[in-house]
């Protein structure tokens, strides 16, 4: 079965503190690993997909990177505005669905 | 464009009551999914079609839910003889065929008293 740990479950940031989130996970033959930003009372946002081990992708202050066993979402200077829970979810080959973790809810504070 | 939606954004019904829950897919997207997401917990999959058929239904709970996807675009999710457990918010997602990346509507907050 696949799994899909997350942490920190929380997190509170300085605005301008970067950090790190983790995603560490087991799949049988990854396909892809997706990160979401959900805000409070919507659904999920896409951000990234990450296909294989040493790739990375950057979307403004985040930056994704994919090891073969965890991804990390990196918030580079943060602001309030990145205030959410932040999903991680992979995809095996042979079937479409995809597995979340519990998220990483970070508030950025002024 | 247009993303996903999902109707009704708020539904509150009674233990015992039947519910539908609508989804309205990206444009030309052949593959819809449902999930489920309870509080504080990440979304939990229910099931998957490829057009009109259910390519994986493995993620249902129990036989008192039912989708179906007549006509390969509008999704309509079926809960039976509802249960306060059932209380969760219902997301749908869609993706262009069937790897591609799934795009998420604001989901269905369903409340059973």
């Known amino acids: 079965e696949d799994q899909v740990t997350q942490s920190p479950e929380a997190l509170r940031l300085q605005e301008g503190e970067s950090s790190s989130l983790n995603c560490s996970y087991t799949v049988s033959g990854l396909r892809g690993l997706f990160w979401y930003r959900q805000d409070p009372g919507k659904g999920p946002e896409f951000l990234f997909t990450?296909?294989?081990a040493g790739e990375e992708k950057e979307k403004e202050r985040l930056k994704a990177t994919l090891t073969k066993k965890e991804s990390f979402l990196h918030i580079t200077a943060p602001k309030p505005e990145d205030s959410a829970t932040y999903l991680c979810?992979?995809?095996?080959?042979?079937?479409?669905?995809?597995?979340f973790g519990k998220g990483n809810q970070v508030v950025v504070i002024p | 464009g247009a993303g996903v939606s999902q109707t009704p954004s708020n539904k509150v019904t009674e233990k015992g009551k039947y519910v539908e829950l609508r989804c309205d897919p990206i444009?030309?997207?052949?593959?819809l999914y449902w999930y489920r997401q309870s509080l504080g917990q990440g979304p939990e999959f229910l099931i998957y079609?490829?057009?009109?058929?259910?390519?994986?239904d493995s993620g249902l709970p129990n036989d008192r839910f039912f989708a179906v996807r007549p006509e390969g675009s509008v999704s309509t999710l079926k809960i039976q003889r509802t249960e306060r457990g059932d209380s969760a918010v219902y997301l749908c997602?869609?993706?262009?065929?069937?790897?591609?990346?799934?795009?998420f509507g604001p989901g269905t907050r369903l409340l059973v008293l």
């Open positions: 990450l296909y294989s």
């Open positions: 444009s030309g997207h052949t593959a």
């Open positions: 979810a992979v995809q095996a080959y042979g079937n479409n669905r995809l597995a």
């Open positions: 079609f490829q057009g009109t058929g259910a390519a994986d």
């Open positions: 997602a869609s993706s262009a065929t069937g790897w591609e990346t799934q795009y």
